[in-house]
């Protein structure tokens, strides 16, 4: 893989790590080309002096140059610039994901709502191996905290819902992920043994966010490459990268280690749709086609309650009227109910549920729509 150096050309880089300044490198790019960026900036920890363990033996904590700032003026200058880069670069629907720690992610949040980033959700990454406290004096430091947010109010941004869900064993995603930091195998070491990076972060992240929001084909940028996870989880799963980092050694790691990896195959790489993304099926169509006729009987799974259809797509039942979603509810005494899934019809002595029925529409719908184009 060949480091480029900016200026670049007008097409887009795919699959490149471009040498210089992330600023100057976004902004000569393409606007409005980018699906997905994910940012890890610099933290600006403000350390001062060294970091020791109670044996006394020094602690690898980040003191690089490239995560220190003469103030916080400087910091927010900084970042106002390089988001204003990134905004210009995504797509009307794209989105940014940005990471950070106490340190800086209040001040990053306030910048994304004042340049018209639309927040979506703040997600607690809680490490489950974190660094101790050495000192005693405050809190273990277990969390880093993510900002996801679509480029304006209005972006139709990707959300993979029923993906994330399987991936939680079917249970709805929560916004506290509980990961580990990068360790063992995992974590980059130079030709002397020591971090290759002092804040790599764990592929688990970046497979999360990108299953979550982005589809197979999209572009991810990353204006902080680093080592290269973003670029090294992307070719796993099948989408193109751009990688921005201005320190050769960590184009250099990055590089080889994205070398190594192997993109999954066509099949791995599908992930479970968006009910949401699916067309919208009225049961009213259902009727109106003959799929199922006015006065037919529908069944409550185990056949505790009946209704019949009405020719404006309606039901009726015990004197209860609605649509199939309300009369589901009101028969059940509950708040909500999916009438798809809850109604079924008999056909050939077997309960077969009406969501089939949609389904079969949705695929007609999906064939023309190929044909089409």
């Known amino acids: 893989m060949a480091t480029k150096t900016a200026p670049v050309a007008a097409t887009l880089p795919l699959n490149q790590i471009m040498a210089g300044d992330c600023v100057e490198v976004m902004n000569s790019l393409p606007a409005g080309s980018v699906d997905l960026i994910f940012a890890d900036p610099p933290y600006n920890l403000q350390l001062r002096g060294d970091l020791h363990r109670p044996d006394n033996s020094k602690v690898d904590a980040v003191d690089d140059h490239w995560d220190q700032f003469s103030s916080f003026a400087a910091y927010d200058s900084f970042t106002r610039d390089w988001l204003a880069a990134a905004k210009r670069l995504l797509k009307p629907n794209g989105a940014i994901w940005v990471i950070g720690s106490y340190h800086n992610i209040f001040r990053l949040g306030s910048v994304l709502q004042d340049q018209g980033f639309w927040l979506l959700n703040d997600v607690v990454w809680r490490k489950s191996n974190p660094m101790p406290n050495f000192k005693g004096k405050r809190l273990t430091n277990a969390h880093e905290t993510l900002i996801w947010a679509s480029r304006d109010e209005s972006s139709k941004y990707t959300f993979n819902y029923e993906a994330l869900k399987a991936l939680n064993d079917g249970i709805q995603m929560r916004s506290d992920w509980v990961l580990p930091i990068c360790t063992g195998h995992e974590r980059l070491k130079d030709e002397n043994g020591d971090k290759a990076h002092p804040t790599q972060k764990p592929e688990s992240l970046l497979h999360r966010i990108m299953v979550a929001t982005t589809n197979a084909g999209d572009v991810v940028l990353d204006p902080f490459f680093g080592t ?4 090294a989880v992307a070719k796993m799963l099948g989408r193109d990268f751009i990688g921005i980092e201005r320190e050769e050694a960590y184009r250099r790691a990055a590089t080889a280690r994205i070398d190594r990896v192997r993109r999954f195959d066509a099949s791995a790489l599908e992930i479970t749709g968006s009910k949401r993304a699916e067309p919208r099926v009225p049961f009213g169509q259902v009727v109106e086609r003959g799929m199922l006729r006015p006065g037919e009987e529908l069944f409550s799974l185990g056949n505790r309650y009946k209704a019949k259809v009405r020719a404006d797509g309606t039901l009726i039942g015990n004197d209860v009227k609605g649509s199939i979603h309300q009369v589901g509810a009101a028969l059940e005494g509950a708040p909500s ?23 079969q529409i949705r695929a007609e719908m999906e064939a023309d729509n190929s044909r089409a184009h």
Do not use: A
């Open 337 to 359: 109910c999916n009438g798809w899934t809850y109604w079924h019809f008999k056909r050939d002595g077997k309960m077969v549920p009406i969501d089939i029925l949609r389904q």
């Open 228 to 231: 290269g996870t973003t670029g």
